[in-house]
């Protein structure tokens, strides 16, 4: 019995898991709207006093894309219309120019930044 008071600690020990070595994946950001309030809730017209003329303007159904780029970035804008109101900008995706990601709110304040100059 007392081998057996001896060899539990042992036998729950060799039970834990083995320390994790390497890279951990990461978790991925969460998407927040701070900084965004330039953009989100307007319409086409404030898009393009803010960036100017977008590079793409694609119209699906209630559904258009405006594409912005700049040296630093490319936001996509996605306007959706409800209820035969004018569309406006519900979503908003940014990326580098060679498609790694980048902060939204920080793509919005480059790409207004380059347009007023």
């Known amino acids: 019995m007392k081998r057996l008071a001896t060899a539990l600690p042992l036998i729950a020990a060799g039970c834990a898991t083995a ?46 894309k405006l594409q ?8 996509d804008a996605y306007l959706y219309s409800k209820g035969g109101r004018e569309a406006v900008v519900t979503y908003v995706d940014a990326r580098q120019p060679d498609g790694r ?9 480059a790409l207004a930044a380059a347009h007023r100059r």
């Open 19 to 64: 320390p994790v070595t390497g890279d951990l994946p990461q978790t991925p950001p969460v998407a927040s709207a701070s900084g965004l309030e330039r953009v989100l809730g307007h319409d086409a017209r404030s898009l393009i006093g803010l960036f100017g003329q977008p590079e793409l303007d694609v119209r699906e159904e209630a559904a258009r």
């Open 68 to 75: 912005f780029a700049g040296p630093i970035c490319v936001l």
């Open 101 to 109: 990601d980048i902060d939204r709110a920080s793509c919005v304040a």
